[in-house]
């Protein structure tokens, strides 16, 4: 596709649910993020792959989170045992190299009741 | 990186000039200046970026004063579909330094 896809673009999850978040990034991307965006504030840095390499996780708010990207394209985050908290846009960025421009894509909303 | 400061919001008429500004005095030599914005219910769309040298595409157009302390998005010509909240971001070019950190932003509301 032409842009980055995510999937779905909307979750309601009940509170102690597992969730499974998708991202397709843009073909040829080495780089691939994810971000959190909770209401009315901008999105926040969770975690960082290199092809499938998860370079930095240091913004997974907890070991409930954990992304990965086995084949280096194809992104999954999921979120075990969810809060209420955890209620919030997840976005995907994808790069070419090293991040410098960034392509997001249009989120998934999670809402945990 | 060097923090930035924006206004909350500001309103523009459609058809005018939008000029938002951006504070990000702490910079340092090697930090960049980049735009995104994101419309409601979208992620964040990349605008434009610049280190020292004023720099225009085909949404706008941003002007870095001499000391890089702060600029200035322009959109020359806002529509009702550049309603958005806009963030600048400062961050180092280089590999190493791929993460955004965006703050609140702008609100920008282009009124008809």
């Known amino acids: ?113 | 990186d060097a923090k930035t400061t924006q206004p909350p919001s500001m309103d523009c008429a459609e058809g005018r000039a939008a000029n938002l500004p951006c504070n990000h005095s702490t910079i340092s030599g090697n930090e960049y200046v980049y735009w995104y914005r994101q419309i409601h219910s979208q992620g964040p769309q990349y605008i434009i970026h610049g280190l020292k040298n004023n720099e225009t595409n085909e949404m706008a157009s941003l002007i870095i004063t001499e000391d890089r302390k702060s600029s200035t998005l322009i959109l020359p010509h806002a529509t009702l579909r550049d309603t958005a909240v806009y963030y600048c971001i400062v961050r180092a070019g280089g590999g190493s330094n791929y993460k955004l950190t965006f703050g609140k932003g702008t609100l920008l509301t282009v009124n008809p």
């Open chain 1, 1 to 113: 596709g032409a842009g980055v896809s995510q999937s779905p673009r909307y979750k309601v999850a009940k509170r102690g649910q597992d969730v499974a978040l998708r991202c397709d990034p843009i073909s040829g991307h080495v780089s691939l993020f994810w971000y959190q965006q909770a209401l009315g504030q901008g999105p926040e840095f969770l975690t960082y792959f290199q092809n499938e390499a998860q370079l930095d996780k240091s913004g997974l708010p907890s070991d409930r989170f954990f992304a990965e990207r086995p084949e280096g394209s194809v992104s999954t985050l999921k979120i075990q045992r969810t809060q209420q908290e955890d209620s919030a846009v997840y976005l995907c960025a994808s790069s070419y190299r090293g991040g410098l421009v960034a392509f997001f894509g249009q989120g998934t909303r999670l809402t945990v009741v």
